[in-house]
């Protein structure tokens, strides 16, 4: 069964930095591309990052551009979210996600991860 | 920028009941809509792609239609499992944008 396990999260103080992981199993990891979505506190999904198969693209969602950055390793089939100058509006339950590519789908989510920025 | 609209934003239902939510984007995607199913404490699960296409394992009650700017997701007979939050997604544009969710609660 395919499976994502995100790691990482976690209490950080505004301003901070923490890093994500996301391990990925019984699938082909480096066939796909890869994505973080995160969800606030009672509220919606929120579309974070992706990263292409072999990590050449990569694509932000305006208010963590140039905060956060998503990077992968195929040999560890892992996948990561470095976040940066993080606020109280990153707190957040965090998922990796599987994607199928562009123009299509979120096929496969791990349990997610919480991080909560707060002093 | 993409904006995805659904409604109702919650509703309330009876299981048998059929259901409706309906999803509108701001601008014409194609077919590339999806829909979602969120219990709580739990992770996303995806239901229909490319807006009518149902994904392996999920029951043939539920069904997507639309294309351009208005979809809908139908659920013919509700179960008792099928109480949960409800998301579209848009993979149209190079961001992609989720709708703010429907929350399907027993009548």
């Known amino acids: 069964e395919v499976q994502l396990v995100e790691s990482g999260g976690g209490l950080v103080q505004p301003g901070g930095s923490l890093r994500l992981s996301c391990a990925a199993s019984?699938?082909?990891?480096?066939?796909?591309?890869m994505s973080w979505v995160r969800q606030a506190p009672g509220k919606g999904l929120e579309w974070v990052a992706n990263?292409?198969?072999?990590?050449?693209?990569?694509g932000y969602e305006d208010s963590v551009k140039g905060r956060f950055t998503i990077s992968r390793d195929n040999a560890k089939k892992s996948l990561y979210l470095q976040m940066n100058s993080l606020g109280a509006e990153d707190t957040a339950v965090y998922y990796c996600?599987?994607?199928?590519?562009?123009?299509?789908?979120?096929?496969?989510w791990g349990q997610g991860t919480l991080v909560t920025v707060s002093s | 920028d993409m904006q995805m609209t659904q409604s109702p934003s919650s509703l309330s239902a009876s299981v048998g009941d059929r259901v409706t939510i309906t999803c509108r984007a701001s601008?014409?995607?194609?077919?590339?809509l999806n829909w979602y199913q969120q219990k709580p404490g739990k992770a996303p699960k995806l239901l229909i792609y490319?807006?009518?296409s149902l994904q392996s394992g999920v029951p043939s009650r539920f069904s997507g239609s639309g294309s351009g700017t208005d979809f809908t997701l139908t659920i013919s007979s509700l179960q008792p499992e099928d109480f949960a939050t409800y998301y579209c997604?848009?993979?149209?544009?190079?961001?992609?944008?989720f709708g703010q969710g429907t929350r399907l609660e027993i009548k």
């Open positions: 490319a807006a009518s």
């Open positions: 997604q848009e993979s149209y544009s190079s961001t992609i944008t």
């Open positions: 601008q014409s995607i194609s077919i590339y």
């Open positions: 996600a599987r994607w199928r590519g562009q123009q299509s789908e979120f096929d496969c």
């Open positions: 990263i292409k198969q072999d990590g050449s693209e990569k």
């Open positions: 019984e699938f082909t990891f480096s066939n796909y591309w």
